[in-house]
């Protein structure tokens, strides 16, 4: 069975903390993207990358960067973490154009 | 500029019944189109896609239509079971991206009422 495993459910971080997202793949896919889920907002693209090292910006980049060194594991970092940050972070991965996304379970981040 | 919209926040419907969620969608460069559906606490889980070349794709109850003169695009569900109780997405995606990275709607909430 297919998986995108987010490294935790649930995590509290206080403002100003440097805050690292994980998320493992094990389908050998060359894309993995990262989402944020909002209410009535949607899910907005932050970040993606499409080979190992490679990462480009999505609509909602401002205070995040990625970093993916091996093809398995794309890592989203919060460089200063703040309130409006407070979100439901999704990770996905795709092995190529015209493929619909696996998800992870998602990481609910809440930043006081 | 949102380039997805699901216009629908909520809807309810009987088990049984015909439930339709529409979404459509600005950009003409857009060539492949996706279903997602999400549990509460849980990730979306891919349903069905169709790409611009088609105007319909079925899977089992899961029927997608494609207008694309409209830029408007369908999910059907028959029968509606309450299983079927969660919030769908709809995406787009378009060839000339790396990635093939996909643009979100803000979701529909379908609630099958038995």
């Known amino acids: 069975d297919v998986k995108v495993t987010q490294s935790s459910r649930y995590l509290v971080k206080r403002t100003g903390e440097k805050v690292f997202l994980e998320c493992v793949q094990d389908?050998?896919?060359?894309?993995m993207f990262w989402y944020r889920q909002d209410p009535g907002l949607g899910l907005r693209l932050i970040y993606f990358?499409?080979?190992?090292?490679?990462?480009e910006k999505g609509d909602i980049p401002e205070g995040y960067s990625v970093s993916r060194e091996k093809k398995e594991r794309f890592s989203l970092i919060l460089e200063s973490a703040s309130t409006n940050q407070t979100s439901m972070y999704l990770c996905?991965?795709?092995?190529?154009?015209?493929?619909?996304?696996?998800f992870g379970s998602g990481t609910r981040l809440t930043v006081v | 500029d949102q380039q997805v919209k699901q216009n629908s926040p909520s809807l309810s419907v009987q088990e049984g019944r015909i439930s339709i969620l529409n979404c459509d969608y600005t950009?003409?460069?857009?060539?492949?189109f996706l279903w997602y559906k999400k549990y509460p606490a849980e990730g979306p889980t891919f349903l069905i896609s169709?790409?611009?070349?088609?105007d319909k794709n079925e899977d089992g109850r899961f029927t997608v239509f494609l207008n694309k003169s409209a830029k408007h695009l369908s999910l059907h569900i028959v029968p509606s079971q309450p299983g079927d109780s969660a919030v769908y997405f709809c995406?787009?995606?378009?060839?000339?991206?790396?990635?093939?990275?996909?643009?979100f709607g803000d979701g529909t909430t379908l609630t099958v009422k038995p």
């Open positions: 996905a991965s795709s092995p190529g154009q015209n493929y619909g996304y696996t």
């Open positions: 389908m050998d896919h060359e894309n």
């Open positions: 990358s499409y080979d190992v090292k490679m990462k």
């Open positions: 950009n003409s460069m857009f060539d492949y």
């Open positions: 169709i790409s611009s070349i088609k």
């Open positions: 995406a787009a995606s378009a060839r000339n991206t790396n990635a093939g990275k996909s643009t």
